[in-house]
């Protein structure tokens, strides 16, 4: 047996050199820091974004400005995840400047922030949440598992909520929008046999971002904060670590899950 213990590289094993990740909803909150940490760990990172360009253009600039190589490590490209169309051209322009695409993090989401009860709950509103959060993440997901890079390295990573779990009045709209996603993730992953790729949700419970803090008062704020084992909001890089994780090779035997990382909030 003496041949099966060896001294592992560690840090090899969850490095991501010279892969090239892309990440929805990159110019801010849980997104932005996701794709500062992958690129940290080596990835070259694709930024998008809806609406924000100068944020997501001045991260792609920072990003590019700490790192030792010439050519760019991070680009930001503009991309609304509700059209199938422009979410083909953001996996174009990703194969383009960088060539094969291995990870795909979707974090692209919106939550009505009036929080209405199901009984309240508008169609549009229902539709404006289902064709970002739900339909966004089928293009992407779609995309990916037809485009990420086959036999080894392809990680599908779908941001989802803790919501699914603590059904929260409020939030119907929303939980339903990402349980959808959950259940997507889970028979792409099978579908998937074969090539390499994995498939996974992460799902947060509160994080301290514009939109969690949208339309809340001081007083649900507390309540929520007071409600988490750990005494405190989720903070961006709470998240970051297992999204790293999973997008490594260290993470491929992790295929198939929904990972709630929430400080104990809901199990
Ligand atoms: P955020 O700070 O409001 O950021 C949302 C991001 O999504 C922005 O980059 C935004 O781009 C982008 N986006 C919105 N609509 C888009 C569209 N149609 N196409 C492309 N990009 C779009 O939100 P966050 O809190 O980081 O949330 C990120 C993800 O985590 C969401 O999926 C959310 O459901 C999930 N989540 C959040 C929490 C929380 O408490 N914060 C908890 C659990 C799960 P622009 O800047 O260009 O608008």
Not at 167 to 182: F, M, N, Q, R, W
């Amino acid at each position: 047996m003496a041949g099966e213990i060896t001294r592992e590289h560690a840090s090899s094993s969850s490095r991501l050199d010279g892969r090239v990740a892309i990440v929805t909803g990159a110019s801010r909150g849980i997104g932005r820091a996701i794709a500062i940490h992958l690129h940290s760990l080596g990835a070259r990172v694709v930024l998008n974004y809806a609406s924000s360009s100068t944020k997501a253009d001045l991260l792609a600039s920072e990003l590019n400005a700490s790192a030792t190589l010439s050519h760019p490590q991070a680009i930001a490209v503009r991309a609304d995840v509700s059209d199938p169309d422009q979410v083909k051209l953001l996996f174009d322009r990703a194969e383009q400047e960088f060539g094969s695409i291995h990870i795909l993090v979707n974090s692209a989401g919106v939550l009505d922030p009036k929080y209405p009860t199901l009984a309240n709950t508008s169609v549009e509103d229902w539709d404006m949440t289902f064709n970002i959060n739900t339909k966004g993440a089928f293009f992407c997901c779609k995309e990916a598992a037809n485009r990420l890079k086959r036999g080894g390295n392809g990680r599908i990573i779908m941001i989802s909520t803790s919501v699914v779990g603590s059904l929260l009045p409020g939030y119907a709209a929303y939980a339903a929008s990402k349980a959808a996603v959950e259940t997507m993730t889970k028979i792409v992953a099978k579908e998937l046999k074969g090539t390499g790729v994995t498939a996974n949700a992460v799902a947060p419970g509160p994080v301290a971002t514009d939109l969690f803090f949208e339309g809340k008062s001081e007083e649900t704020i507390k309540m929520i904060a007071d409600a988490c084992p750990l005494g405190r909001l989720g903070e961006p890089k709470d998240v970051t670590h297992v999204v790293g994780f999973l997008a490594s090779d260290a993470g491929e035997w992790i295929n198939g899950q929904v990972i709630r990382v929430n400080g104990g909030f809901v199990v």
